[in-house]
């Protein structure tokens, strides 16, 4: 194994679906077939094709919609030249001792975390908030902060998942939790370099913010997307892992101003379905029509099939082949393949229809939008924790209590 991949995964962690062992045969794949340019990584969750395309002194783009790995790009991808100092960690961790918030203790007493860690959490989460006033802030050391904050809390968390609401923890102390938290400062501080090229971090979605790179004067040379893999086994739900995460990033914002509660926070997002992996990938393939270089990841077993996913690139009238490697995912033998464009764009694609949305998806839109009876809001919400865990036959039931179309 490469010397930066265990460097990698030491700092930031394996987030779900990461491409981090795969990230070296990605790039010996797509370098030698583009130009020079900037390289956008679509979907990049925290950023490990993306630094692995930065290692060879190309300029990259890092898109991601959730707010988290967006912050890793920040650190390590976009962020060339800045650390977060010592003193900088000292203050964050002894600061404002007396002064901090307890919204974490409150909120989540005797859920997902022990009570000790939900304070460490408040205190360093507060005083990132207000070190805007420090020599030292920046938006680069907002991020490695906040994305060690968030590793911390996913190493300390039992199997690093808030989709079970059990307060369990590896650690004895706050002590524990505060040099977890400087190693990683220290691990993420060691990924920062510069190759020399403007390189950057959108939190966007990929066909909105490639469409944009259209207007650019630098070139584009290749567009790479990881996107959501949905298969017979399983069907992605980052949402379900990462939404603690996602809420102390944003300062839990949506939920302290009222837009939504903090229930309506936990389950906004739905997992990931087939016809949403292909309306997403057809948008994106007609944003990057100025693009002379696509290549998709996915798996093997995957739905919409690799074929499926060819014929889209075909449709635009790119030269497409499907390159595959035997991977391991999960403990469990599998296969990855990149669907690889080349050529722009003489045609767009034809969009399917707009997927109709999931039953829990429509669940979740009915509790934000409908005042209703007490009982049958709980139900819903009872009904969705159950489905994160495997249960349809139960938001079944309460969808039709409510009157929602099953």
């Known amino acids: 194994m490469n010397e930066w991949v265990t460097r990698f995964r030491q700092s930031l962690g394996g987030y779900e679906g990461t491409k981090v062992y795969l990230a070296d045969w990605i790039a010996g794949e797509i370098l030698p077939r583009c130009k020079p340019g900037y390289i956008l990584d679509v979907c990049s969750g925290l950023g490990s094709v993306s630094y692995r395309m930065k290692l060879e002194n190309r300029p990259v783009v890092s898109i991601d919609t959730q707010l988290y790995p967006y912050y890793s790009c920040m650190a390590v991808i976009e962020n060339g030249t800045v650390r977060l100092a010592k003193d900088a960690v000292d203050w964050l961790l002894t600061g404002n001792a007396n002064a901090y918030d307890d919204f974490h203790q409150k909120t989540f007493e005797g859920k997902y975390l022990p009570q000790f860690l939900l304070k460490a959490i408040d205190r360093i989460r507060y005083n990132i908030r207000y070190a805007d006033a420090k020599e030292w802030t920046s938006l680069s050391t907002r991020a ?35 040099d977890l938290f400087r190693g990683l400062v220290e691990k993420i501080n060691a990924l920062v370099f510069s190759n020399g090229q403007e390189n950057r971090a959108y939190f ?5 913010a490639v469409k944009d790179t259209a207007r650019w004067k630098a070139p584009v040379a290749a567009l790479y997307c990881d996107p959501p893999y949905v298969t017979s086994r399983s069907n992605p739900h980052y949402w379900a892992t990462y939404w603690f995460i996602e809420g102390m990033v944003t300062d839990w914002y949506d939920v302290r101003s009222g837009n939504q509660s903090l229930e309506e926070f936990r ?24 693009i002379p270089l696509i290549a998709i990841s996915y798996d093997a077993i995957g739905e919409p099939k690799p074929d499926d996913i060819a014929d889209i690139l075909q449709e ?21 393949v990149l669907i690889v464009g080349m050529g722009k764009a003489t045609r767009p694609v034809e969009p399917t229809p707009e997927p109709q949305p999931s039953l829990a998806k429509r669940v979740i839109q009915t509790l934000q939008e409908r005042e209703l009876e007490e009982s049958i809001e709980r139900e819903l919400k009872n009904a969705l924790s159950l489905y994160e865990q495997g249960d349809t036959e139960a938001l079944e039931e309460a969808a039709k209590h409510a009157g929602i179309r099953v």
């Open 204 to 208: 966007a979605d990929g066909p909105t």
């Open 316 to 336: 635009t009238g790119r030269n497409t082949s499907i390159v595959s490697r035997a991977h391991v995912r999960h403990k469990i033998p599998s296969g990855e």
């Open 267 to 290: 389950v906004r997002h739905d997992v990931t379905t087939k016809d949403e992996v292909v309306r997403l990938l057809e948008d994106l393939v007609n944003a990057a029509a100025h």
């Open 144 to 178: 490695i902060a906040l994305v060690a904050l968030g590793r911390a809390i996913l190493s300390a968390k039992a199997h690093s998942n808030f989709s079970t609401s059990k307060p369990a923890t590896r650690l004895r102390n706050e002590t524990e939790f505060f």
